[in-house]
């Protein structure tokens, strides 16, 4: 009876994710990168953090994924900055991050980066698919769950770590608190998350993540965001 429920359980809470591979950081200024964002709209001006120019944290190019979720299916580029000592901005702030997103890459422009000093590494970024994702504990609809699941819960469903496009957020230590952004954090539908890359000079406080959401409904056009360290 137990390996019924747990067949039904996966397959009931899996969601597929485009998972991040670091490779060589391409030429094509379009190309998904950690560490680095290459393109702008026309007009638009480098993101700034109390006077100082923000660090370029990902740049996804949405075609380079092997799985979209739905959330972002009328998106095309999505660009992400952070700026530097976001550790003391209390939770809700959105001042010290930076969403910008595209519908389209034709209006896009290859753009110099600017002097903004960042001590993060650029890598490229390739991308593979992910069948089957499941939530953390934090994030299960933990009241559905049959009680016999729950002791063992974390030995058949795993969430994965890594920066990934869909999927569950991996969570540190509690579910995803969405109030940056908005103060409907209801209507935000969890996107993806940033790890911390210590190869690439990059960490979230002690080994965190970073999540990022997108509002539904009229609140669409609202980025919220959240981290978590241990």
């Known amino acids: 009876m137990t390996k019924k429920l747990i067949a039904e359980w996966r397959k009931r809470l899996a969601r597929p994710a485009s998972i991040a ?70 939770p809700g702030s959105t001042k010290f991050w930076c969403v910008r997103a595209s519908p389209s890459i034709a209006g896009l422009k290859p ?27 934090d994030e299960a609809p933990a009241d559905e769950i049959p009680e016999v699941l729950h002791d063992s819960y974390h030995d058949h469903f795993e969430c994965s770590l890594g920066t990934k496009v869909g999927g569950w957020p991996h969570t540190i230590q509690s579910e995803v608190c969405w109030e940056a952004g908005g103060k409907n954090s209801t209507s935000a539908e969890f996107v993806f998350q940033i790890d911390s890359e210590p190869d690439l000079n990059w960490m ?14 009229k609140h669409r056009k609202a980025w919220r965001f959240d981290w978590q360290c241990c």
């Not at 994924?65 to 009328?74: A, G, N």
């Not at 993060?120 to 991308?127: D, E, H, M, Q, V």
């Not at 002690?206 to 509002?215: S, V």
């Open 111 to 137: 753009t110099p980066e600017p002097a903004h000093k960042s001590d993060i590494k650029p890598a490229g970024l390739k991308w593979k698919l992910l069948e089957s994702d499941y939530p953390t504990w």
């Open 21 to 90: 591979v670091h490779s060589r950081v391409s030429k094509d200024p379009f190309a998904s990168c950690f560490g680095r964002v290459a393109v702008q709209e026309p007009g638009e001006t480098w993101p700034t953090y109390r006077k100082r120019l923000m660090r370029p944290l990902l740049q996804i190019n949405c075609a380079d994924l092997p799985f979209r979720p739905k959330s972002i299916v009328d998106l095309a580029m999505i660009r992400v900055w952070i700026g530097q000592d976001f550790e003391a901005e209390p």
């Open 204 to 217: 979230w406080g002690d080994a965190g993540l970073g999540y990022l959401g997108r509002g539904s409904g």
